[in-house]
């Protein structure tokens, strides 16, 4: 059978009980017979392998010397196969709508019968909106002949292989201290600060500015708010007035973050009266950085394979929606977490099961990701249904499961990372502490229809989980993994399985949803799933289309 496309070679070789280096596979792709060469290759390699390499193609070819050639999965429609008219005969759900609200605002919202809303749009701001194509009958291959050494993705604030915590006493202090210095450094500019025990030895009546972490928040009974702040020296007490045009900045303060506050101190010198207050916030100059090419990334998470609500024909149309000429320029797979359903993770999940086996699990998962071109780059996290530790940072997944899920060797990577790609700063991070904010803070500025408002609370605070001990589960480190020390500019997140995105100060916020429809757990918690979509960034312009699959 004719072989020309990296992505027929790859599931022939796992018909045959083999996963392959994406070298290998653009290697067999580029010879004059790559079926041949196929067929070479199996019977070249030792009987206990599992994995094909670059050499071994150029071992079973006899020319250790051949070099890599550039990745092209060009396919002239004369040599598709009936492998592609065996294709579904199914386009994504599209719309012409353009999305509105400040900076691009958009969550899917239910319709007049009750079910979620199937449009998809683009971000404002020159964004495309999809207007037809997908994997439709005879349509044309993708055909991605960028040349490979154009592409660059690199990690950046990756816990795996640095985990140092023991959960002693001084590794809490060692974390909260990096904490306030990160995040102490954004704010001193901003105010003439001084630390808890120098302010407390000066005069009453006098200015005072202070930048700590927020140790406690509570009410008097006139209805004022005494926040305590901590920082490296002690703690001291800052009253903010309910009559202040600010005080409504106390209901989006979490415990355990970092703001700085101006005021005067009481006669007594006792206490501060807040005349203003700052958090560390993406400077409102902030410019994003863009891609010199025009070439794209699809963001998606929360997979759920195993779970009998995986939507897997939605998943196999996007896959197959990948493979077409309209999606040749999406090169990138970034993936946010939950690739599988886990085991044990909430109350009477087994009923939920299709697959009860975890490593069954990630089997599965890996057989659905070698759907995907074998030329496109992978990148994915951890979330808190995958076989890591809870605590965040979570560090990548272990060698047996890096090789389960090997397929187009995929980068893998902590939970959260900072990646780049072709110059655009991504921040990866699976979203746990979403719970947390949506709790804690006013439905108006955090909810679970609107998540990518609860992801500019955490752009604001520069941290993508700022309390500790609450909903999110935090791991003791030598240093605080999950400040923003950088301005990304775009932030991406799931775990909510909830659809939503628009940009503050120029950053662009993405929850990608979820392929798992309402599970009765779900159900019991009112949780609405957007299921089956796709958004696809441009990175060149940051515009984002968004694509629905279920």
Same mark, same amino acid.
């Given at each position: 059978?004719p072989l020309e496309t990296p992505v027929r070679i790859v599931r022939e070789l796992a018909a045959r009980g083999y996963?392959?280096?994406?070298?290998?596979?653009?290697?067999?792709?580029?010879?004059?017979?790559?079926?041949?060469?196929?067929?070479?290759?199996?019977?070249?390699?030792?009987?206990?392998?599992?994995?094909?390499?670059?050499?071994?193609?150029?071992?079973?070819? #006899?020319?250790?010397?051949?070099?890599?050639?550039?990745?092209?999965?060009?396919?002239?429609?004369?040599?598709?196969?009936?492998?592609?008219?065996?294709?579904?005969?199914?386009?994504?759900?599209?719309?012409?709508?353009?999305?509105?609200?400040?900076?691009?605002?958009?969550?899917?919202?239910?319709?007049?019968?009750? #079910?979620?809303?199937?449009?998809?749009?683009?971000?404002?701001?020159?964004?495309?909106?999809?207007?037809?194509?997908?994997?439709?009958?005879?349509?044309?291959?993708?055909?991605?002949?960028?040349?490979?050494?154009?592409?660059?993705?690199?990690?950046?604030?990756?816990?795996?292989?640095?985990?140092?915590?023991?959960?002693?006493?001084?590794?809490?202090?060692?974390?909260?201290?990096?904490?306030?210095?990160?995040?102490?450094?954004?704010?001193?500019?901003? !105010?003439?600060?001084?630390?808890? &025990?120098?302010?407390?030895?000066?005069?009453?009546?006098?200015?005072?500015?202070?930048?700590?972490? +927020?140790?406690?928040?509570?009410?008097?009974?006139?209805?004022?708010?005494?926040?305590?702040?901590?920082?490296?020296?002690?703690?001291?007490?800052?009253?903010?007035?309910?009559?202040?045009?600010?005080?409504?900045?106390?209901?989006?303060?979490?415990?355990?973050?970092?703001?700085? +506050?101006?005021?005067?101190?009481?006669?007594? *010198?006792?206490?501060?009266?807040?005349?203003?207050?700052?958090?560390?916030?993406?400077?409102?100059?902030?410019?994003?950085?863009?891609?010199?090419?025009?070439?794209? *990334? =699809?963001?998606?998470?929360?997979?759920?394979?195993?779970?009998?609500?995986?939507?897997?024909?939605?998943?196999?149309?996007? =896959?197959?929606?990948?493979?077409?000429?309209?999606?040749?320029? +999406?090169?990138?797979?970034?993936?946010?977490?939950?690739?599988?359903?886990?085991?044990?993770?909430?109350?009477?999940?087994?009923?939920?099961?299709?697959?009860?086996?975890?490593?069954?699990?990630?089997?599965?998962?890996?057989?659905?990701?070698?759907?995907?071109?074998?030329?496109?780059?992978?990148?994915?996290?951890?979330?808190?249904?995958?076989?890591?530790?809870?605590?965040?940072?979570?560090?990548?997944?272990?060698?047996?499961?890096?090789?389960?899920?090997?397929?187009?060797?995929?980068?893998?990577?902590?939970?959260?990372?900072?990646? &780049?790609?072709?110059?655009?700063?991504?921040?990866?991070?699976?979203? !746990?502490?979403?719970?947390?904010?949506? *709790?804690?803070?006013?439905?108006?500025?955090?909810?679970?229809?609107?998540?990518?408002?609860?992801?500019?609370?955490?752009?604001?605070?520069?941290?993508?989980?700022?309390?500790?001990?609450?909903?999110?589960?935090?791991?003791?480190?030598?240093?605080?993994?999950?400040?923003?020390?950088?301005?990304?500019?775009?932030?991406?997140?799931?775990?909510?399985?909830?659809?939503?995105?628009?940009?503050?100060?120029?950053?662009?916020?993405?929850?990608?949803?979820?392929?798992?429809?309402?599970?009765?757990?779900?159900?019991? !918690?009112?949780?609405?799933?957007?299921?089956?979509?796709?958004?696809?960034?441009?990175?060149?312009?940051?515009?984002?289309?968004?694509?629905?699959? *279920?």
């Amino acid at each position: 059978m004719p072989l020309e496309t990296p992505v027929r070679i790859v599931r022939e070789l796992a018909a045959r009980g083999y996963n392959a280096e994406q070298a290998a596979v653009t290697l067999i792709a580029s010879t004059e017979r790559p079926g041949r060469t196929l067929e070479r290759v199996v019977e070249h390699v030792d009987d206990a392998a599992l994995r094909i390499t670059a050499g071994d193609v150029r071992g079973a070819l #006899g020319d250790p010397a051949v070099e890599d050639p550039p990745v092209s999965t060009g396919e002239p429609a004369s040599n598709r196969t009936t492998e592609d008219d065996d294709r579904r005969d199914t386009s994504p759900e599209e719309t012409s709508e353009t999305a509105s609200g400040v900076g691009g605002e958009r969550s899917p919202r239910n319709d007049t019968d009750g #079910g979620v809303d199937t449009s998809t749009s683009a971000v404002a701001g020159g964004g495309r909106t999809a207007a037809g194509g997908g994997p439709e009958h005879g349509s044309p291959a993708a055909s991605r002949t960028a040349d490979p050494s154009l592409r660059s993705l690199e990690v950046d604030g990756d816990v795996t292989g640095q985990s140092t915590g023991t959960g002693e006493y001084g590794d809490f202090v060692k974390v909260f201290r990096d904490r306030y210095e990160k995040l102490s450094k954004q704010l001193r500019g901003r !105010v003439n600060h001084r630390p808890a &025990t120098a302010i407390q030895s000066m005069s009453g009546g006098t200015d005072a500015a202070m930048v700590g972490l +927020v140790n406690d928040i509570r009410s008097t009974k006139s209805g004022h708010w005494l926040v305590e702040l901590e920082d490296t020296t002690g703690t001291f007490p800052c009253l903010v007035m309910k009559d202040r045009e600010f005080a409504g900045f106390v209901d989006e303060l979490l415990l355990d973050e970092c703001i700085a +506050v101006e005021g005067t101190l009481s006669d007594d *010198a006792g206490i501060m009266f807040v005349d203003s207050m700052h958090f560390p916030d993406v400077p409102r100059t902030y410019s994003p950085n863009t891609a010199d090419r025009h070439v794209q *990334a =699809a963001l998606v998470s929360d997979i759920h394979v195993g779970s009998q609500e995986f939507e897997a024909d939605a998943w196999t149309r996007f =896959a197959d929606w990948l493979h077409t000429e309209e999606a040749e320029r +999406v090169e990138y797979l970034l993936i946010a977490g939950d690739m599988v359903e886990g085991v044990g993770v909430y109350p009477d999940q087994d009923e939920e099961l299709d697959i009860v086996d975890i490593y069954e699990q990630y089997e599965r998962f890996s057989e659905h990701l070698k759907d995907v071109p074998g030329d496109m780059e992978i990148l994915m996290i951890p979330g808190n249904h995958d076989a890591v530790r809870l605590a965040e940072p979570q560090p990548g997944f272990d060698e047996n499961l890096r090789e389960i899920m090997s397929a187009h060797d995929a980068r893998i990577t902590g939970n959260p990372s900072l990646v &780049t790609v072709e110059g655009v700063r991504v921040l990866m991070y699976h979203g !746990v502490s979403l719970d947390e904010v949506i *709790a804690e803070l006013p439905e108006e500025k955090a909810s679970y229809d609107d998540p990518h408002k609860a992801m500019y609370q955490l752009l604001k605070k520069r941290h993508v989980a700022p309390q500790f001990g609450g909903k999110t589960r935090l791991a003791p480190e030598e240093k605080d993994y999950l400040v923003m020390e950088e301005v990304p500019d775009v932030f991406h997140t799931g775990h909510v399985h909830k659809l939503g995105w628009g940009k503050y100060h120029e950053v662009l916020a993405v929850n990608s949803g979820c392929w798992q429809a309402q599970t009765d757990f779900q159900k019991s !918690v009112n949780i609405d799933p957007d299921v089956g979509y796709a958004p696809i960034l441009d990175l060149d312009t940051l515009d984002m289309t968004v694509r629905k699959f *279920a």
